[in-house]
């Protein structure tokens, strides 16, 4: 009953923490997307530079671990830059959504690269440029085609959010370890927080999943395309 009292009392501090978690999921997301897509383009279709200079992004951010990158920007570029007073969500979103970025990127990439050459080469026939043949033909394609593999970025990004705790992010990790420190009980509290990722896992697949189906290209994968 104790227990049970004390989840039921620290409930509201928690569910706080599912905000912020939550935000830091959508907000990761969307800014990798930003980055990403671009990026997926610039790969395929850019000059040698440009390939080149963002293979270095996608192995630089690719290569570390999500820990190392927290404290690189908290203590160290971020405050060389004159800016140590950012808040820890604002790192951590700039943090995860560039490193989201990078694995997005490839995710794209993919995606543009399974759409056949001559769905661009029909396009340029019938007198498109090439941006509006990438914006009208191969753009809506690959979207779909990437969704699948583009929702698997977010459990990833969810249960990374819980890194932040070591910047000091009040997300779900962080008040799960607070209200530890002032009731002094452990696995259930800790069990709790485990069981709130689960379901936000769940529930956060599941509607992708539902998007996936709505917006899927019939046909793709047997030979429609």
């Known amino acids: 009953m104790e227990i049970t009292s004390i989840l039921v009392e620290w409930f509201p501090y928690l569910f706080s923490g599912i905000v912020a978690t939550l935000g830091l999921v959508a907000?990761?997301?969307?800014?990798?997307?930003?980055?990403?897509l671009p990026?997926?383009?610039?790969q395929i279709?850019?000059?040698?530079?440009?390939?080149?200079l963002i293979g270095v992004?996608?192995?630089?951010?690719?290569?570390?671990?999500?820990?190392v990158l927290l404290f690189l920007f908290f203590f160290g570029i971020f405050?060389?830059?004159?800016?140590?007073?950012?808040?820890?969500?604002?790192?951590?979103?700039v943090v995860l959504g560039l490193r989201g970025a990078a694995y997005q990127s490839q995710i794209f990439r993919g995606a543009?690269?399974?759409?056949?050459?001559?769905?661009?080469t029909a396009a340029r026939s019938l007198g498109m440029t090439r941006f509006q043949a990438i914006r009208?033909?191969?753009?809506?394609?690959?979207v779909r085609i990437a969704l699948p593999g583009w929702s698997n970025e977010y459990p990833?990004?969810?249960?990374?959010?819980?890194?932040?705790?070591?910047?000091?992010?009040?997300?779900?990790?962080?008040?799960?370890t607070q209200i530890v420190a002032q009731t002094y009980v452990t696995m259930p509290l800790y069990l709790a927080a485990a069981c709130l990722y689960i379901v936000l896992n769940y529930a956060g697949m599941r509607a992708l999943h539902y998007i996936e189906q709505r917006i899927s290209i019939p046909g793709f994968g047997q030979g429609g395309l």
């Open 136 to 142: 009208y033909i191969i753009l809506p394609q690959a």
């Open 27 to 36: 907000a990761s997301l969307g800014l990798g997307l930003l980055f990403g």
């Open 39 to 42: 990026m997926a383009l610039g």
């Open 156 to 176: 990833t990004v969810l249960t990374d959010t819980a890194i932040c705790y070591a910047i000091g992010v009040a997300e779900i990790l962080t008040r799960t």
């Open 79 to 93: 405050p060389q830059l004159g800016m140590g007073d950012l808040p820890p969500f604002f790192v951590a979103v």
């Open 45 to 52: 279709y850019g000059s040698k530079p440009v390939r080149s």
């Open 57 to 67: 992004y996608v192995w630089f951010f690719r290569g570390l671990p999500v820990l």
């Open 112 to 120: 543009i690269q399974s759409i056949s050459e001559g769905q661009m």
